[in-house]
Nanobody, 129 residues
Framework: QVQLVESGGGLVQAGGSLRLTCAAS????????MAWFRQAPGKEREREFV??????????YYADSVKGRFAISRDNPKNTVYLQMNSLKPEDTAVYYCGAPSKGSTWSQVQLGHEFDSWGQGTQVTVSS
């Protein structure tokens, strides 16, 4: 398993940008698909898929709500996954989590948040109007 720590959240005005970082420890990081999820205020039981990236970085998936605005990438030698967020909207306000799905998970399972080996503690993103 890997241990995950997110950073880079903060308060930003609508239309602004932030880059979130997920730092992983563990030798097997480069073998994991990685994903970002978010949990909005008042939706504590609902964690929403935002973006995912394959182990090589060659395949990415995005929620429709963030396509064209967010970009996920990874740097395997640095054990790091990034989420570049542009053109932020107030509805992007949430706690953002990175997660490592269990090996063999399909993209459908990843997007549902099922069978994850590890989650980070989350980083707060607040977008003001």
């Amino acid at each position: 398993q890997v241990q995950l720590v997110e950073s880079g959240g903060g308060l930003v005005q609508a239309g602004g940008s932030l880059r979130l970082t997920c730092a992983a420890s563990g030798r097997t990081f480069s073998t994991y698909t990685m994903a970002w999820f978010r949990q909005a205020p008042g939706k504590e039981r609902e964690r929403e898929f935002v973006a995912g990236v394959s182990w090589s970085g060659g395949t990415t998936y995005y929620a429709d709500s963030v396509k064209g605005r967010f970009a996920i990438s990874r740097d395997n030698p640095k054990n790091t996954v990034y989420l570049q967020m542009n053109s932020l909207k107030p509805e992007d306000t949430a706690v953002y989590y990175c997660g490592a799905p269990s090996k063999g998970s399909t993209w459908s399972q990843v997007q549902l948040g099922h069978e994850f080996d590890s989650w980070g503690q989350g980083t707060q993103v607040t977008v003001s109007s």
